[in-house]
Each structure stands twice: as structure tokens, then as C-alpha cells.
């Protein structure tokens, strides 16, 4: 069965310091999210991407935050300078076109800011 | 904005026990519903989902959950859980608002303690 593949697995990281998490969304999607879990609570929406730019974004999805489809197989979420509060479990997770298509969530990207 | 309700924020049942973990959401309009199970320390994996048809969906490793419109619910169930069930449970939402992003809504999880 495809799988959405995110890198590294886990990262840590000085405070200010800039990161990219890395997604490999399955090929024939066209919808890509980014979502995050801070430790004990619940998964919070950050960003959706189709046709090459965000569709929509949570009030979380600030300018500190950046999505990028590079080069038509990698989806990545920039962290352009981390705080304290950005640690935390990033998933990624791509879909089809229709609504009714489902969604595959990748093993998550565990972000520890120092 | 839509919201997501997990009534139970943990759960403790003993082996064999029958489970049902409440869900509710707000949105009035056409959504689609999914329950997620997330094992300690891993990924989010689907357990089940209703898009259209037959409210009563059977998923994986003996769950089912029913879509009752009237009630703006969609309670997960097992008849007979086990020690491998141990496990937090997000009910999630999505809209067919128009807007066409179809995002997540995730409730807060139920976590799922099955005692030996």
C-alpha cells in the first residue's frame, strides 16, 4: 500500500535555529497537509497545499511558517527561526482530489527545540 | 468553524469489556468522518471512515462505528476489546464546505487504558 514518507525522524534543535521537515506525499495525490501534535494534546491543523500554493492555513500557519513543493515529489514545512512552543510531532498527510477520497497521515516528524 | 467532541478523555476498561467512545461534531452541512487510532509512539493510522451509504461502518481489528445524522454523532465501538487496543482515538471531521482545502478537524482523543 503507498505510504507518505517523512524525514528525519526526529530533530532537535536550538531556539532561532531554522528546520525543514521533509514529506514525500503519495504520487497520485494532489492535496498536502501539515499538521502538528504537542506532546498530550490534540492534532491541530497548520496548512493545506494544492496546485502549487496554499489553499488554506490556521491562525497557527504564522510567517515564521513556510510550505514548499519543490520539485513535484517533496512537500516541505520550513521553520524559518523555532521557539520553545514549536516542539512538538509534525505530520504530514496527502489526499485525492475528490472529497470523498481518504487521507494517508506519514509516521510524523518529532521536533524537540532546545 | 466546525468543532470536533470526545467525550471521554481516558478510558480504563479490563479485557473483554465492551467499548464505546462518544463523538460528536458541529458542522450541519455534507462532512465525512474517520476514526484514528495512534498507538504509543506511533503514527496516526485509520481505523474507519463514512462517506455516504450505510451509516453502520466496520473497520479494522473488530471496530464500527454509526453515523447518526440526527444526533451530529459518530460513536466508536468494539464488543470485546484487548490488551492491544491500549491506544489514543481521534475522531476527525472534514467539510465539504466549497472552500475545497477538505482539512481535518480533529477532537481531543480518547485515550483507551485496556487492563490485562
Known amino acids: 500500500e503507498p505510504e507518505v514518507t517523512q524525514t528525519p525522524s526526529h530533530q532537535v534543535t536550538q531556539m532561532g535555529q531554522e528546520v525543514i521537515l521533509r514529506c514525500v506525499p503519495i504520487?497520485?495525490?494532489?492535496?498536502f497537509y501539515w499538521y502538528r501534535q504537542i506532546l498530550g494534546q490534540k492534532v491541530e491543523f497548520l496548512v493545506s497545499f494544492y496546485n502549487n500554493e496554499i489553499s488554506e492555513k490556521s491562525e497557527i500557519f504564522d510567517d515564521q511558517f513556510s510550505v514548499e513543493r519543490p520539485d513535484g515529489s517533496n512537500f516541505t514545512l520550513k521553520i524559518r527561526s523555532t521557539k520553545l512552543e514549536d516542539s512538538a510531532m509534525y505530520f504530514c498527510?496527502?489526499?485525492?482530489?475528490?472529497f470523498g477520497d481518504g487521507y494517508t497521515f506519514g509516521s510524523g516528524t518529532r521536533l524537540t527545540v532546545v | 468553524a466546525q468543532s470536533v467532541s470526545q467525550h471521554n478523555h481516558h478510558v480504563i476498561l479490563s479485557e473483554a469489556a465492551s467499548l464505546e467512545l462518544g463523538c460528536n461534531y458541529s458542522y450541519g452541512g455534507t462532512v465525512n468522518l474517520f476514526w484514528y487510532v495512534q498507538y504509543p509512539g506511533q503514527h496516526l493510522q485509520l481505523l474507519l471512515k463514512y462517506f455516504s451509504g450505510d451509516p453502520l461502518v466496520k473497520g479494522i481489528k473488530g471496530f464500527e462505528a454509526e453515523f447518526i445524522k440526527s444526533k451530529f454523532s459518530f460513536n466508536l465501538r468494539k464488543p470485546s476489546v484487548q490488551w492491544s487496543d491500549t491506544a489514543e482515538y481521534f475522531c476527525a471531521v472534514n467539510e465539504d464546505s466549497g472552500a475545497g482545502s477538505y482539512q481535518l478537524t480533529f477532537g481531543k482523543g480518547t485515550k483507551l487504558s485496556v487492563i490485562p
Open positions: 498527510a496527502s489526499k485525492g482530489l475528490r
Open positions: 504520487s497520485n495525490h494532489l492535496y
